[in-house]
């Protein structure tokens, strides 16, 4: 595989419940990100983790929780979530120091809150 | 970051070019210009970025002003799968902890 992948494509999950989001990435980068993308706005940078720390978290509620193991893996844990979390949420990894500078984002997770 | 200004929407004919302006008079001159795409519901794509100088790929075209406080991302025959929501973004190239920020970008609309 190639590029950065997430899973699941799609989730629905109660309000009660516990889930992860997966990221794995395979270009061997050295930082990854999570943003949100609600319905007609733009993208929301959640998290960022440089050298498998995390650097930033834009004031992000507590019910979301990343974790990220190593350099090739971001995971975003969901807890007691409610409808309005209902959003795209993308994840990018990107290397610092590289001649191009970019991102490279993965085809996202949908979430529903219901 | 610099702020960027894009319009909102734009229409551009099958086969023709599209050229989509972007405005960034508080650019810092070491700030790059890097242009994204994102087509409905998918991820960000990386589309071509520059710092001074006109720059192609076989994506699109960069035309930065001379004064680096606009720029132009060209596709130089447009299809209707350029249709998607492009984002015009600066900020320095490989500086550790400056992350990209998104503004609300231009949806181009690429009519048959």
């Known amino acids: 595989e190639t590029g950065v992948t997430q899973t699941p494509r799609h989730l629905v999950m109660g309000m009660t419940n516990k889930k992860s989001l997966k990221c794995e990435q395979h270009?061997?980068?050295?930082?990854m990100y999570w943003y949100k993308q609600s319905a007609k706005k733009p993208l929301e940078l959640m998290f960022v983790?440089?050298?498998?720390?995390?650097?930033e978290n834009n004031s992000v509620p507590s019910r979301f929780s990343p974790e990220c193991p190593n350099s090739s893996h971001l995971f975003l844990h969901l807890h007691t979530l409610q409808p309005e979390d209902s959003a795209l949420y993308l994840c990018?990894?990107?290397?610092?120091?590289?001649?191009?500078?970019?991102?490279?984002f993965g085809s996202g997770t949908r979430l529903t809150v219901v | 970051d610099a702020k960027t200004t894009q319009p909102p929407s734009m229409d551009c004919a099958e086969g023709r070019a599209a050229n989509l302006p972007c405005n960034h008079s508080?650019?810092?001159?070491?700030?790059?210009v890097y242009w994204y795409r994102q087509i409905h519901s998918q991820g960000p794509q990386y589309i071509i970025h520059?710092?001074?100088n006109n720059e192609t790929n076989e994506m699109a075209s960069l035309i930065i002003t001379e004064d680096r406080k606009s720029s132009t991302l060209i596709l130089p025959h447009a299809t209707l799968r350029d249709t998607a929501v492009y984002y015009c973004?600066?900020?320095?190239?490989?500086?550790?902890?400056?992350?990209?920020?998104f503004g609300p970008g231009t949806r181009l609309s690429v009519l048959p």
């Open positions: 508080t650019i810092s001159g070491n700030e790059y």
């Open positions: 270009l061997g980068h050295n930082a």
């Open positions: 520059g710092l001074k």
């Open positions: 973004i600066v900020r320095y190239r490989d500086n550790y902890g400056q992350n990209f920020v």
């Open positions: 990018a990894s990107s290397q610092v120091g590289s001649a191009k500078g970019g991102y490279t």
């Open positions: 983790y440089n050298f498998k720390e995390q650097t």
